[in-house]
């Protein structure tokens, strides 16, 4: 089902080919190209981006420990490319979805009565070995799409530091892009916060099942 303004809900949970449909109808990015990728970049660089607040973009971030190890960090890759950040009983993202650069997906989250179905893309995918920053990371950044609630972008990353310790962050900007996320959107914030809570404990859960 879809309302006015490119809202894709269903009244129980999407199945593939409601997930489909939405992708397929969603067409392009629905915010500034210019910002395009740009949640590659740290947490203080957004934060001094100008451009970003005047454009009306808010930041939202979570950081926290998962694990030590390599073992750890290869888990918590593996984790993220199957989407167990989303493994949640109220959101989730099909597992098949292939993390590559350019590859559409849907996130399903319940609100209340319907589930909202919305529409991203793949704006990068990077890993690296060995940098200034960290011994090794993984990270992946979506961007908005027509139909989507909000506009703005989400980066997903693990990282072993040189202390041996991995990392679980989640980085985005985002601002109202439907009426109806312009009204709630002070609740839209608190599910931000909620969900990087949960999401954390999924990558935990994930990792210490993969111990026993």
């Known amino acids: ?6 809202v894709f809900l269903s009244w129980g949970r999407p199945t593939p080919q409601e997930q489909k449909a939405c992708i397929n109808r969603s067409g392009s990015f629905n915010y500034d190209p210019k910002f395009k990728g740009a949640t590659a970049k740290s947490l203080s660089s957004l934060q001094e ?6 454009d009306g973009f808010l930041l ?3 950081r926290n420990l998962v694990g030590s190890g ?17 493994g949640l009983n109220w959101a989730f993202v099909d597992p098949k979805t292939p993390v590559q650069n350019g590859v559409k997906f849907c996130v399903c989250v ?3 009565l319907p589930w909202v179905m919305m529409p991203l893309q793949v704006v990068y995918v990077n890993e690296n070995k060995r940098s200034k920053q960290a011994m090794a990371s993984f990270r992946f950044g979506g961007g908005t799409l027509q139909g989507h609630l909000l506009a703005g972008e989400e980066r997903f990353s693990i990282e072993l530091d040189e202390n ?11 601002k109202p ?16 916060k909620y969900f990087a ?9 994930h990792l210490n099942a993969s111990k026993s």
């Open 197 to 205: 809570h949960q999401s954390t404990n999924a990558i935990m859960k």
């Open 164 to 174: 041996n310790q991995v990392w679980y962050e989640i980085l985005s900007f985002s």
């Open 60 to 62: 939202n971030h979570s």
């Open 49 to 54: 981006d100008k451009g970003l607040s005047k």
């Open 110 to 112: 319940k609100e209340f």
């Open 177 to 192: 892009a439907h009426l109806l996320s312009f009204i709630g959107y002070p609740y839209v914030m608190l599910r931000q």
């Open 1 to 6: 089902m879809r309302l006015a303004g490119m």
């Open 70 to 86: 390599l073992d750890a960090y290869e888990k918590g890759k593996t984790a993220l490319q199957d989407w167990r950040h989303f």
